[in-house]
């Protein structure tokens, strides 16, 4: 028994990994481009034009940078979200009696939101230098390493966790509110086609309505958190989440201002996490029918 709940363990922090990674690297230029879109003042109502004088300034693969930091960063998020979320089901299922059934709603939204808030409080630090990357010119950090020394010598070790209230504060209706939508939309599936599994399509259609969902919800506290995340390096001193949204609602409106980039997020949004999503859940199909076969030819 415990030998099958470490392998369990095990594929789903493997199955995790490669669906963050997967996801994220799909949608990193787009990634890049909401980050500078919150973090400056100045609005560009068309996301193109973004992207192009990137390019044309910086070069195509420009669009990928602080991407090797995303990495860094998504792949343990990612594998510890997914982990921590089957455990969480799995807790949340014995303390309410569904060992084994799917949880009802409420169970649900929380263990959704438990494995957001784990993975986003062990991996933090890393979510801090990516922003930094993500924003300043490519001859300021040279480096991931090179981030994380300039940070702690010239504004301290706290600064790494600048920004972590709003960032907990928007994870837990983001991956609550996901994870929540995802499964309850495989359920109601499985209830009316009869079919015990969703095509990968399907995954994806349904992955991407649970990322429409939990990032609009959360999206004003993920702006907050951009601000405070950067902070240091254009120009703005943000000491709280109410001061910062203040100053940002009053210096851009409150449209214009704390939901600043959330039409790319729409677009962004749902590709990533249905893509996360479903490569997560065929990854685990797959582990699962190589261990079968291998028990089956012992």
Known sequence: QGTQEKKKVLNSLMSGALAGAVAKTAVAP???TKIMFQGKSCWLSQTY?????TYLNEGFWSLWRGNSATMVRVIPYAAIQFCAHEEYKQLLGSYYGFQGK???PFPRFIAGSLAGTTAAMLTYPLDMVRARMAVTPKEMYSNIVHVFIRI?????????YRGFTPTILGVIPYAGLSFFTYETLKKLHADHSGKSQPSPPERLLFGACAGLIG???SYPLDVVRRRMQTAGVMGHTYSSILLTMQEIIREEGLIRGLYKGLSMNWVKGPIAVGISFTTFDLMQILLRKLQHSTNIER
């Open 49 to 53: 034009r973004l992207i192009y004088r």
């Open 152 to 160: 702690s010598r010239e504004e301290g070790l706290k600064t790494l």
């Open 30 to 32: 787009l990634d890049r």
């Open 215 to 217: 990032q609009s919800a």
């Open 102 to 104: 799917a949880l009802t």
